[in-house]
């Protein structure tokens, strides 16, 4: 009998019959989007749970980073990204017109190198978008400091980085504005969805008439937006999402014990331990493997797990620099990316989910320690 598909991730879904509750309520307000009840109920709570200011909901975890740009008046020049994320991250900048310039990363997070950063910088740098890659929390402070030397603004893709704090301060408040993805596949989803951060009531207002097409009211525009307005239906489902997420982050902490307990003494394979001070989401877990010292290659176990049913994914290979659209940038030179590129061809992410019991995960483990 063929043994059951574990994929790398699994949505975290509410009660079915508490759902259809709200959905008949909503249906009875028949208010359906455009800043409706449950939508305001959801920026309330969130802002609650996650300890910021001011939070917008938007329909996915991309449009809030065009938004940003674009809600910061960035119309020209470059900004400084990183190669190893999901492709959204560049296509934001792109999508502005602006041109994005990757720099390496740093193994111990995979997030952008400092560094590097600042050698990067020109006279045409406008602004910095990082990512907190796998929930990894950025050097922050660092990155802030860079910023404010050289006059740039900080925009964070946190994509991955629901309910994290470091030292108590929510992750989310560094920079200018970060952005959250509430897509299916996340800690947090309300099945497709976003979210963008900011510090101010003045930015909020801006950022809320940008994804409604610049509307300030029924007759004036206040500048190029766009539609991306998060419904009724979805919001009334995030909020019930809401009210287990605690739980399911605590059942994915305990999937990560067991995979960190059992691989820890395998020769080869690397994987990130919690860091001291931060309240981690468990989002995502990757594994590094060295071809030589596990003596087979990381894509030579991606497909020894498939063959046992197990679909773990390959998060960030290719590495965005070598997409069509960037490829040809100086900056995505592989002599420029040595740790992105080597860590693209090392990485798998495990299953690693809510709904995962101890023996799926044991199945796992005992693939790659096996290695048959
Ligand atoms: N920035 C960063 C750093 C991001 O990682 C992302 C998205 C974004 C920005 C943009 O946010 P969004 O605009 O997407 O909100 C997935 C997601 O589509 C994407 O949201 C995510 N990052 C990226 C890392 O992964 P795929 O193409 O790998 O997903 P897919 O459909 O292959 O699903 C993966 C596995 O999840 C499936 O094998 C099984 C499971 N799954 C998936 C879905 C959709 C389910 O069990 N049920 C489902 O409904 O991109």
């Excluded at 030589?292 to 620099?321: V, W």
């Amino acid at each position: 009998m063929e043994e059951k598909q574990l994929t790398v991730t699994s949505p975290l879904l509410p009660d079915l019959d508490e759902y259809n509750e709200l959905l008949r309520d909503i249906w009875s307000r028949k208010w359906i989007t455009n800043n409706g009840e449950y939508h305001c109920r959801l920026e309330n709570a969130l802002c609650e749970y996650l300890q910021v200011p001011y939070i917008s909901l938007f329909t996915n975890g991309t449009l809030p980073l065009i938004t940003a740009l674009q809600a910061l008046n960035i119309r020209h020049g470059e900004v400084i990204t990183t190669p190893f994320s999901f492709v959204a991250t560049t296509h934001s900048i792109w999508w502005n017109g602006l041109t994005p310039v990757f720099v390496d990363i740093d193994s111990s997070n995979c997030g952008m190198d400092p560094d590097r950063i600042e050698a990067a910088i020109t006279p045409r740098t406008v602004a910095i978008m990082p990512v907190h890659c796998y929930g990894k929390p950025c050097d922050t402070q660092r990155i802030q400091q860079i910023a404010d030397r050289h006059g740039l603004k900080v925009i964070y893709d946190a994509a991955h980085a629901f309910g994290e704090f470091v030292d108590g301060a929510s992750l989310l408040c560094a920079g200018d504005i970060s952005t959250l993805s509430f897509h299916a596949t996340k800690v947090f989803n309300t099945v497709e969805g976003g979210a963008l951060i900011c510090h101010t009531a003045e930015m909020k207002q801006r950022v809320d008439y940008l994804k409604n097409f610049g509307f300030e009211d029924e007759v004036t525009v206040v500048g190029p937006g766009i539609n991306s307005k998060m419904d009724e239906m979805r919001a009334a489902y995030g909020l019930l999402n809401l009210r287990q997420v605690d739980t399911a982050i605590e059942a994915r902490h305990q999937v990560a014990l067991q995979y960190r307990a059992a691989l820890r003494d395998v020769p080869g394979i690397r994987f990130f331990d919690d860091m001291p001070g931060v309240r981690h989401n468990y989002s995502y877990f990757p594994v590094f493997v060295n071809a030589a010292e596990y003596g087979m290659t990381r894509d030579a176990l991606y497909d020894l797990l498939k063959s046992h049913n197990i679909l773990g994914r390959r998060y960030f290979y290719p590495l965005i620099s070598t997409f069509g659209p960037y490829s040809d940038l100086p900056s995505a030179r592989p002599e420029n990316l040595p740790v992105a590129t080597r860590l693209a061809n090392e990485v798998i992410c495990l299953p690693m989910h809510h709904a995962l019991g101890p023996d799926d995960v044991q199945r796992v483990i005992d693939v790659i320690i096996e290695r048959k």
